[in-house]
């Protein structure tokens, strides 16, 4: 059987955003052990700082011409997704489960879908908003238990707050990204993005919050693989996904990271997981399956 290139492209954006997803799905596995013992903005500048040499060797070295337009988007980037929306993160994930800062980074999506929509003239059919609307809704149990009767919006932590507004901003560093995509190395814009934002977390938290540098040795292993693989890898074929496959697809199957996220914590960190998680993870699923549909999208011209 044989496949067009788009064909070929477009099977390898799935491919990259499903390996995207399971690759993420480990940040809050790993970060959860590591915000109790190490700064978050502290962690935030290392994991940034060491995505961006990871991804060095697969930068490419020839000179692209940019324009001055260019060059504030790259700082557009680089503040949204690589200051704001991590330290906003790991700040949360001091008192959230790491299950639930999986589940909650589901907002990612919405978010994502609803700027794509507005700034990307990407238009969704019916299916593809039950779609978006399953995983929205995976969101609302996680938060709410499905407890609405005694439910009051005193009950949120602020913390959890800060995890929901981590994901809009990491949602609107998807949707710039993808636009510098076009015209850029996807490599060279996760490489830049992350130089850029750890540099500026490490001067925030050594100059700004005053953070001792003492980690111990136990510490340096999980930071690593927290920045080359759950940072620089998975936003790496996240982007690859995004070129090929557009935002809104990608960023839904994408989502499949908070389900990996929620295995590895019950598995790797013992975390109990609830039957509302479950059911959470399983409508998110099949929303997943219907945006993966080739009706589902309406591309732009």
């Given at each position: 059987m044989s496949f067009t290139i788009s064909d070929k492209q477009e099977r390898i954006g799935y491919f990259c955003a499903i390996l995207a997803a399971v690759m993420f799905g480990s940040v809050s596995v790993l970060a959860k052990p590591l915000v109790s013992s190490v700064d978050p903005i502290l962690l935030a500048s290392l994991v940034y700082i060491i995505s961006a040499i990871t991804l060095?060797?697969?930068?490419?070295?020839?000179?692209?011409?940019?324009?001055?337009?260019?060059?504030?988007?790259?700082?557009?980037?680089?503040?949204?997704?690589?200051?704001?929306?991590?330290?906003?993160?790991?700040?949360?994930?001091?008192?959230?489960?790491?299950?639930?800062?999986?589940?909650?980074?589901?907002?990612?999506?919405?978010?994502?879908?609803?700027?794509?929509?507005?700034?990307?003239?990407?238009?969704?059919?019916?299916?593809?908003?039950?779609?978006?609307?399953?995983?929205?809704?995976?969101?609302?149990?996680?938060?709410?238990?499905?407890?609405?009767?005694?439910f009051t919006l005193q009950q949120i932590h602020y913390k959890d707050m800060l995890l929901i507004l981590s994901m809009l901003f990491w949602a609107l560093d998807n949707n710039l990204s993808r636009y510098l995509a076009q015209k850029m190395d996807v490599a060279n814009i996760v490489q830049i993005k992350s130089a850029i934002g750890g540099v500026m977390l490490l001067v925030i938290a050594l100059f700004v919050f005053r953070v001792d540098i003492n980690l111990e040795a136990s510490q340096i292993i999980p930071i690593l693989v927290l920045g080359s693989v759950?940072?620089?890898?998975?936003?790496?074929?996240?982007?690859?996904?995004?070129?090929?496959?557009?935002?809104?697809?990608?960023?839904?199957?994408?989502?499949?990271?908070?389900?990996?996220?929620?295995?590895?914590?019950?598995?790797?960190?013992?975390?109990?997981?609830?039957?509302?998680?479950?059911?959470?993870?399983?409508?998110?699923?099949?929303?997943?399956?219907?945006?993966?549909?080739?009706?589902?999208?309406?591309?732009p011209a």
């Open positions: 060095s060797p697969f930068a490419q070295k020839k000179k692209r011409h940019l324009t001055k337009r260019d060059l504030l988007l790259i700082l557009s980037i680089a503040v949204c997704g690589a200051v704001i929306a991590p330290s906003l993160y790991f700040v949360g994930l001091t008192h959230a489960s790491a299950s639930d800062a999986a589940l909650i980074a589901n907002g990612e999506v919405f978010f994502s879908v609803l700027l794509a929509v507005m700034f990307f003239r990407e238009k969704l059919r019916v299916v593809g908003w039950i779609a978006i609307l399953l995983v929205l809704a995976g969101m609302v149990i996680i938060t709410t238990n499905l407890n609405f009767a005694d759950g940072f620089a890898a998975s936003l790496f074929f996240f982007l690859q996904g995004l070129k090929r496959i557009g935002t809104v697809r990608t960023i839904t199957i994408f989502s499949m990271s908070s389900v990996f996220g929620l295995v590895a914590a019950g598995i790797f960190l013992a975390e109990k997981i609830s039957e509302y998680q479950i059911i959470a993870a399983g409508i998110m699923i099949f929303g997943v399956y219907l945006v993966s549909r080739k009706e589902t999208v309406i591309s």
